[in-house]
């Protein structure tokens, strides 16, 4: 926190010009199910991680803390550059390529052997994560006008919620009758997120 306070820039804010139209509620609905798919998906790893390392290769919970950090890490390292692939490739497209991350880091890990492939996979889908949510935060901030920017980043945390209130309950049932189930399907969410066509950019928004 301390780090991010000292090392972010500070922007000015940029005036939209007077005849910007706002977008819509609507326009912001496909975004906001990407966020509730992500969230499902990250809600079915959690929740059944642990279970399936005892399953697949009898680890216990020093691993499944460790595998996860690392996951983290991988997020961690991704934000931080994200500024630097935000001013080469849109933000559309990095959000693109974080489901699709995540998608194949997701549908991998139930049948990844030994270790070392496990621990390759989870990054991918950490770095997936990493990536995605700066994305969407990015576009949400680019393209709603600032008064109403907080009520757009309380849906998003909305979203968040819905994502874990249905992901625990799902992914353990999923697992309980097949413990690829919930890998499979969190992937398949990511697969359709990294697909949804959203809204084009507001005439007037900031780049």
Do not use: K
Request: charged share 10%; aromatic share 8%; hydrophobic share 55%.
């Amino acid at each position: 926190t301390l780090w991010v306070a000292w090392a972010l820039p500070r922007l000015p804010p940029v005036a939209q010009p007077a005849d910007a139209l706002p977008p819509s509620r609507d326009a912001f609905l496909p975004l906001l199910g990407i966020a509730s798919l992500g969230w499902i998906g990250l809600a079915f790893l959690e929740g059944t991680f642990g279970r399936l390392l005892e399953r697949t290769l009898g680890l216990g919970r020093l691993e499944f803390g460790l595998i996860l950090g690392l996951d983290g890490l991988a997020a961690i390292l991704m934000g931080v550059a994200f500024p630097t692939l935000a001013r080469r490739l849109s933000v559309t497209a990095l959000l693109r390529g974080a489901f699709l991350a995540q998608a194949a880091g997701l549908a991998a890990i139930p049948f990844a052997r030994p270790l070392a492939v496990l621990v390759a996979v989870n990054a991918l889908y950490g770095l997936g994560v990493g990536l995605a949510t700066p994305a969407i935060n990015a576009i949400v901030s680019r393209d709603t006008p600032a008064d109403r920017q907080g009520a757009l980043f309380g849906r998003l945390q909305s979203a968040r919620s819905v994502g874990f209130l249905i992901g625990p309950v799902a992914g353990g049932a999923l697992f309980d009758l097949a413990y690829p189930l919930p890998y499979l399907l969190a992937g398949a969410l990511a697969l359709a997120a990294a697909s949804v066509r959203l809204a084009p950019r507001p005439a007037g928004a900031t780049p």
